[in-house]
């Protein structure tokens, strides 16, 4: 699947956006949430454009298990005891992004159920 060039994550992806990356491989890139909503907020996607998680399972389980993979690994690095992983799916839910991320939270006390 092809980057998407009006997509904003696809153009951190290329580098056309500057963002501060943390983590990068063939499949994932993360970075530092641009309005972090914890001490720690990384942003990780895949470097195809899909537009939400659902789309990403259907489209490689494995690729979305990176996903997860390397948040974990991510929260080890930056010394994280407990952590929050979230995908938004859809604007009602959030979502205002449409390339698929995992939101790795970290770094303060989370509520439940989640605002
Ligand atoms: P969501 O609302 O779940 O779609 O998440 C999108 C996230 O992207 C939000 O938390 C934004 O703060 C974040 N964001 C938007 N623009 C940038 C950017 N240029 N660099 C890093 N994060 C961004």
Known sequence: MEL??????CRIIEGNIPADIVF??????????ITPQ??????????VHVENAAALANLSPTL????????GDIASQQG????RT???TGSSAGQSVFHAH????GGRPFAWPPG
């Open 4 to 9: 998407v060039s009006d997509c904003l994550f």
């Open 86 to 88: 979230v995908f938004n």
């Open 24 to 33: 990068r491989n063939d499949n994932v890139v993360a970075f530092r949430d």
């Open 80 to 83: 994280l005891e407990g952590y």
């Open 38 to 47: 914890a001490p720690t907020h990384i942003l990780l996607i895949p470097t």
């Open 102 to 105: 995992l939101h790795l939270l």
């Open 64 to 71: 979305i298990s990176e996903l997860m993979i390397a948040a």
